[in-house]
């Protein structure tokens, strides 16, 4: 970090020497991108119309699925139980997944980060000349920008996941983990299609000739490639499994058809037995789609069998740190990578529901990507995706691991706001960070101290109480503050009514109500 | 750079665990892994008790799979089997089906009774599977219309059927045609995925923890997406149509 606040005023660390400069709060990234990006989402009707139209849908899915259990908070806990004691004991089932997968033939690749995962594919698929691979569905791919790697090196990579080929030919990100192109409407999918296979689709085409269109086309895909890559759903250590999960059936044929299969994961995907991913694929996709399981499982081990008339002659599993070891080593954020990656909380999220996943400004949406991405990424280039959020804690209700976002927000936005002390001066509610790295203004670090003093002493609350009262009388209207005019408490006025403080507290009314009852 | 090697990955995790709380690394395994051996011992039992719980069972299969957009039929007799099939095949227009020769499906005159009706069989079987075998069995899959096998084991839980890559099942048979059509018997219906995982391990697991099969896929009717305005269409990329027909008759 080499820019800090001083009292007001912005230091800048240069190569060639220091820059200070008047603190200009237009000029910081925090609340810019994310705000405008909102703004620009409440405002696009049809993004409003599908998310809509999704996110009622994929929360009542799950509430039927769930409701069915006989026991969906036992489901849950013994979920839960899985994911930590796997997490804390991460290096020994990764030991074993390897040795488990080279048991079998695989082979297994180390990714320290995002680069380092790229290089391999590319690296696997230019050893072998490989100029198509097939891709399904794949979040950790994402993640990394694989496709960008690839193309860079002049393999030609397809989606084949119809949401995700969607989003490719319109060159976006998935806007939700589980319906990456939920924000695009069918005319828009006419469009795309149209222009992919280079024929006319009448604009009335139902959405099933749609879909015939895209079975057509990516079929010739899958039987050219020479690769297939997936991701990993979950990985069994005691066998060297990793497990995918489709409705549509492309996983089955970019794991299957190509000569070489290469999956790459999230190291922390990794589940201990065949019974544990029993209890966690029952989680996955009743919490994902509301379906009690999906038309497709696929559990591959290895390459194919030398008696096995198909399948891939090379399995290559490529495990990703990319800032997971570095969650792992913080308490407070370990859970974080309990994630399933089941998106039920993207869609209860009051943020999310309004915005969509593009607002977010990474791959990794809604509450649990305001959580992952500032870990993973550096919460100094997203220090306001902890502040989106309402803490209604919806997310942590509907979470299948019970993973307690609401905490993790509060916990970012504190370090958010403290920084690392570099030089500074307290002295009762002043507070002079000299230097620092924090984020928050001085005026609102003065006043929180002011508020948090004065709570401790009941005479200064109950003369604030009076005080607020005339201060305020100018600004109100029928009961209510539409407008302050001073920043930053401007802000909160901006989309909303404040209360009035009542000319009446409640310590007086009940100091009457309990003088009443003694008399 | 050169690739990560294994201790230097695993030591990034290990130095990041003895960071963290130590107490979460004392974490209790919540539940004990069932080793080969142990599946072998009960697996009797298991199998006993599902054949026991068939009826009960396949009431809720036919419930579950239907639910999904499968199709449940049961048949009580070879020559019910045959006509059955011929119907479903006469009903989509079949001109090609590729049959993987699963025991259950022997003896049941299948192939013949298609061909009869003018369809092209190609039959999967045991081969010396070399890659101009393999290329050539990959276009006959690719034209099939109609995909027919048996399944390894079928949970009732979920209406799902299990099916194992194997020396007359490729992974992609059951794929890549429109239609499929499993034919199997009533002891292979388990009630729950513990009873499966017991067996899959039994059945597949070495002692020496080698999986004797590259693939095991969970088939659960036929293929869908929501993708587009999340409006559901049955048949994306596999099959558009599933079958299940239960030969409940005794086994000559």
């Known amino acids: 970090m080499n820019k800090f606040r001083v009292s007001g005023f912005t230091l800048r660390v240069l190569g060639s020497g220091l820059l200070l400069s008047k603190h200009n709060p237009k000029r910081e990234t925090r609340n810019l991108n994310f705000a405008s990006r909102a703004r620009r989402a409440i405002a696009d009707e049809r993004l409003q119309g599908a998310l809509a139209r999704a996110m009622d849908h994929f929360v009542h899915g799950r509430e039927i699925a769930f409701a069915e259990l006989e026991d969906p908070a036992a489901l849950k806990q013994h979920g839960r139980a899985i994911r930590a004691h796997t997490l804390a004991h991460l290096d020994e089932y990764l030991a074993l997944l390897a040795q488990s997968v080279q048991r079998h033939g695989g082979h297994v690749h180390w990714a320290r980060d995002a680069a380092e995962a790229n290089r391999i594919v590319v690296e696997l698929a230019r050893e072998r000349g490989i100029r198509l691979a097939v891709k399904s569905k794949s979040m950790a791919t994402e993640e990394i920008y694989l496709n960008h790697a690839l193309e860079s090196a002049g393999v030609r990579p397809v989606e084949t996941d119809l949401g995700e080929w969607i989003i490719q030919l319109a060159g976006e990100t998935p806007s939700h983990i589980i319906g990456p192109a939920l924000h695009k409407t069918r005319a828009e999918v006419i469009a795309l299609f149209a222009k992919a296979t280079g024929r006319p689709v009448p604009p009335d085409a139902p959405i099933p000739d749609l879909t015939r269109i895209a079975r057509e086309e990516l079929r010739q895909h899958f039987l050219a490639a020479g690769m297939g890559i997936s991701g990993v759903n979950f990985a069994v250590a005691e066998t060297g499994t990793v497990v995918i999960v489709t409705n549509e059936g492309n996983g089955r044929f970019a794991t299957g058809l190509p000569p070489i299969h290469v999956a790459v994961m999230g190291a922390e995907k990794v589940v201990p037995t065949w019974e544990d991913l029993m209890v966690l694929l029952k989680l996955l996709t009743r919490s994902a789609t509301g379906q009690r399981i999906s038309s497709y499982v696929n559990c591959i081990t290895g390459p194919r069998r030398p008696n096995e008339p198909d399948g891939p002659d090379e399995f290559h599993l490529v495990i990703l740190d990319n800032g997971r070891s570095d969650v792992l080593g913080q308490s407070r954020f370990r859970e974080a990578l309990y994630c399933i990656r089941c998106g039920a909380c993207l869609n209860v999220c009051p943020v999310y529901r309004k915005v969509g996943g593009h607002a977010y400004g990474s791959v990794y949406p809604g509450p649990i990507g305001a959580v992952l991405t500032p870990l993973f990424q550096g919460l100094d280039k997203f220090p306001e995706l902890p502040h989106a959020s309402s803490l209604c804690g919806a997310c942590k209700d509907a979470c299948p691991i019970s993973i307690d976002l609401p905490r993790m927000l509060i916990d970012l936005r504190q370090i958010e706001a403290e920084g690392k002390p570099i030089l500074n001066f307290r002295f009762w509610i002043l507070d002079f960070r000299l230097l620092s790295t924090s984020n928050q203004r001085w005026v609102e670090r003065v006043l929180f101290r002011l508020y948090g003093w004065a709570l401790q002493y009941p005479v200064l609350y109950r003369l604030g109480a009076k005080v607020g009262y005339w201060v305020q009388r100018p600004l109100v209207r029928d009961g209510r503050i539409p407008s302050v005019p001073v920043p930053p408490f401007s802000g909160w006025t901006q989309f909303r009514d404040f209360p009035q403080v009542a000319a009446q507290p409640f310590h007086e009314r009940w100091s009457k109500l309990e003088d009443g009852e003694a008399a | ?252």
């Open chain 2, 1 to 252: 750079m050169a690739e990560l090697s294994t201790g230097a990955f695993l030591d990034r995790i290990r130095t990041a665990l003895r960071r963290g709380d130590r107490r979460e690394s004392a974490l209790a395994r919540p539940g004990e892994p069932v080793t080969p051996a142990d599946a072998r011992v009960h697996a009797n039992a298991v199998r006993a008790r599902a054949v026991a719980a068939f009826p009960v069972s396949l009431e809720c299969f036919a419930e579950k799979l239907t639910a999904v957009g499968g199709k449940v039929h049961c048949v009580e007799s070879a020559d019910q089997a045959r006509r059955l099939l011929l119907d479903l095949a006469a009903a989509q227009q079949v001109g090609h089906a590729a049959i993987c020769a699963y025991p259950d499906l022997a003896n049941l005159g299948l192939e013949d009774a298609l061909a009869e009706a003018g369809i092209t069989v190609t039959r999967v079987a045991p081969s010396d599977w070399t890659p101009e075998i393999r290329q050539a069995l990959r276009v006959d899959l690719v034209q099939a219309d109609l995909a027919i096998s048996g399944a390894d084991y079928a949970v009732a839980e979920t209406g799902t059927l299990v099916l194992a890559a194997g020396s007359f099942n490729p992974r992609t048979a059951t794929a890549l045609p429109r239609i499929h059509v499993a034919l199997v018997r009533p002891e292979r219906l388990l009630p729950t995925y513990q009873d499966l995982t017991l067996l899959l391990k039994a059945d597949w697991l070495s002692d020496d923890s080698q999986l004797s099969s590259s693939c095991f896929t969970f088939v659960t009717g036929p293929s869908r997406t929501g993708d587009i305005e999340q409006t559901l269409t049955i048949g994306a990329h596999g099959p558009g149509e599933m079958h299940v027909i239960w030969l409940v008759y005794e086994s000559r």
